[in-house]
Nanobody, 114 residues
Framework: QVQVVESGGGLVQPGGSLRLSCAAS????????MVWYRQAPGKQRELVAS???????NYADFVQGRFTISRDNAKKSVYLQMNSLKPEDTAVYFC????????WGQGTQVTVSS
């Protein structure tokens, strides 16, 4: 069964950190560019960061220098280390491939608030 399961979200104060995890199964994970997306209430889903199989990365301008994406192909997992969190980072975070070909998981809620 092809699926992704996101975890690691929570409530954090501005300036805090969280580490999100995405566990994938049912497909050849190492072949795909993996992406973290997010969707805030009332807004469209947007790309946050992507990582190629060999490890090269790209980031949206709004997270550059604060977030770090990484992956472990042996564990079929992708991670998002989020530092210096801001209230505007509040959203549900999802992982998928670059072309979003996988069934969407339930995501993990990140809330940044004092």
């Amino acid at each position: 069964q092809v699926q992704v399961v996101e975890s690691g979200g929570g409530l954090v104060q501005p300036g805090g950190s969280l580490r999100l995890s995405c566990a994938a199964s049912g497909f050849d994970f190492s072949l795909y560019v993996m992406v973290w997306y997010r969707q805030a209430p009332g807004k469209q889903r947007e790309l946050v960061a992507s990582i190629r199989s060999a490890g090269s990365t790209n980031y949206a301008d709004f997270v550059q220098g604060r977030f770090t994406i990484s992956r472990d192909n042996a564990k079929k997992s992708v991670y998002l280390q989020m530092n210096s969190l801001k209230p505007e980072d509040t959203a549900v975070y999802f992982c998928n491939t670059l072309r979003a070909i996988l069934p969407w998981g339930q995501g993990t809620q990140v809330t940044v608030s004092s």
